[in-house]
């Protein structure tokens, strides 16, 4: 992939500024604070995105530090890229709320759907940009940092490609893990528990034992109850009748007691119903009389009478008939009456003003009788609910009365029987001091049992608490034996971490040891041509005398050092894909000469380099070795 131009349509201090670069060596010239940073975080945003953080985070996030200065809304850019031989563009919206990313086939006019885009890209993700094409300086870091940073850069890559993993982190936390679950499941306690569980199944057998005994007292102890039973009911089959004579002649004398006392609240209640009749009737006769209806024979009279009225409107409307068929008549025997005189219109005048008095009086009469026999039927039907509801409490009072002479009648007749009962004689033998003995015997037998029998729950309980304890000891020693299987399977894990970092050092080491020399030979013009990573990921460089540990260079020779890792790391992720490789103040730590050989291999061997740079001296050296290059100054 070469990067062909940018557009910034809107991107920190940038409207609209578009930069182009070309294949070779490109030199982005700036002072500070000119926007080399910003330029080369739009490139890094428009392959992977910028998302805000959330919190106290998102107030120096990278998208809040290049929003747009003006019209922040439109935050978004352009760029295009060649990638075996084919132009796309890629369009990327960075708006937290339109975030938007489309990448357009130029060649043949049509945009590229996820997979294809996945396929362009081939792997290259942010971590893997960070850690091959994208390289910054560390000249800031100490001597000793800088070889912890040849160092875990080298156990990264040799442990994947995306070099996020960290070797040693990993086989930390497999140890961290290990001891957590030691420490949970307390796996040095295995003996201990398994001699708590032999312990106690012995307690468990001998309460056992101890039951055992306590079932043959409790099994001795029920024959003497047997026998004592058997003596209680010789004497009890001889009491039997007297016994039975009792029992009949308490329950009969408890029966009539109860029956006296039961009919004496009958005749009390009925007496009570009786009286709350009597009154509900002289309340209902009061309202009979008020209605002057005062029996159901008058009240049928009146029904009879209303049913049969005479209607008188109906002979004031014939009257009214009549009338008007005289006037009429009138008219049409004499048509001479029209002449409007005086005794014409008598002659006519008085049977017509008779019709419309009759009719008058025929209407006021009509509405009259309306009301009058609506109002007498109401009073008809109120007066029959009540005569209704007066046979009702004849008939009630009635069945009363009757219920209550029978009640009286049986009180009688049971008073007399528990007389004769209470004078009847009763006598037996009475075994009952002997039948005493025997159960305070018995009783004294019982208890003994029962407390014998007390203390086998007791232990039959305490032998389920302990086979609780046992069951929970099993679980334990279940979970200590899970956790022992744990336990060799991270420490099988962690075998197989470390035999496969030893095969990924011996295989991808050796690529990147070879990469990473040449190219350190290279831009060292041949000082330095072996970059040596040994077990114990430690990295030194053989010179043409001696094998040399980092922590011996100098900064230089370490920024150099770390530049041929990323270059050989670029080489053996992308294999034979074009690349741009990016250089952000790369070369400050240089001194001129390495400067100027590395630029020289760079702007004859690789595929595209951008060099981001405060400093004229870039510019400078490759005028002074004559190299082909692109130069864009910042404003």
Known sequence: MIIKDIRLINFGKFHDTEIHFERGLNIVYGENEAGKTTIHTFIRGMLFGIDKQRGKASGKDTYTKYEPWINPEVYRGMMRVENDGKDYRFERNFNKNEKSFRVIDEDLGRELDDNEIKQLFRGLDESCYYNTISISQIGSATDKELENILKNYAANLGSTKSMEIDMKQALTSLDAERKEIISENKVGSKESVIRDMEETAEEIEMSKREQDTIISEIDLDRSKEAELLAKKQDLAGKDAVRLEEMTKYSARKENL???????????????????????????????????????????????????????????FALITVVCLGCSIGMFMANPELLDFSSKGILKIGIPA????????????????????????????????????????????????????????????????????????????????????????????????????????????????????????????????????????????????????????????????????????????????????????????????????????????????????????????????????????????????????????????????????????????????????YHLKKLD
């Open 257 to 315: 007691y109860n029956e006296i006392m039961q009919l004496n609240h009958e005749i009390d209640k009925a007496s009570r119903t009786l009286t709350e009749i009597t009154a509900q009737k002289g309340e209902m006769e009061k309202q009979l009389e008020s209605k002057g209806i005062p029996t159901r024979e008058v009240m049928e009279r009146v029904s009879n009478a209303l049913n049969k009225a005479t209607n008188i409107p109906i002979v």
């Open 353 to 628: 003003g008779l019709a419309l008095a009759f009719l008058i009086a025929t209407i006021v009469k009509f509405f009259m009788n309306v009301k009058s026999k609506e109002r007498l039927a109401e009073n008809l039907k109120e007066t029959k609910l009540i005569m209704d509801k007066l046979d009702a409490l004849n008939n009630e009072k009635t069945y009363t009365e009757r219920q209550l002479d029978n009640r009286r009648a049986n009180l009688s007749v049971a008073k007399e029987s528990l007389k004769n009962l209470e004078e009847s004689e009763l006598s037996s033998d009475d075994y009952s001091e002997e039948i005493k003995e025997l159960d305070e015997e018995y009783a004294a037998l019982k208890e003994k049992i029962g407390k014998e029998q007390g203390v086998l729950e007791q232990k039959q309980e305490q032998d389920i608490e302990l086979e609780k304890h046992i069951e929970n000891l099993k679980a334990k020693l279940q979970s200590i034996k899970n956790a022992e299987i744990e336990i060799r399977a991270l420490e099988n894990a962690k075998r197989e971490i470390e035999e496969i970092a030893y095969e990924v050092r011996n295989s991808f080491g050796r690529r990147l040891n070879e990469k990473a020399s040449y190219y350190m030979s290279k831009i060292t013009n041949g000082k330095y041509n072996n970059i040596v990573i040994d077990d114990n990921l430690n990295v030194s460089v053989n010179g043409r005398n001696a094998l040399i540990s980092s922590f011996k260079l100098s900064k230089g020779t370490v920024e150099q050092i770390y530049m041929a890792l990323r270059l050989a790391a670029a080489d053996i992720i992308f294999e034979n894909d074009t690349k741009p490789i990016l250089l952000d103040d790369t070369f400050a730590m240089y001194d001129n000469k390495r400067m100027g050989n590395t630029m020289k291999f760079m702007a004859e061997n690789l595929d595209q380099v951008i060099v981001f740079s405060c400093h004229t001296r870039e510019k400078v050296m490759a005028d002074k070795l004559g190299l082909d």
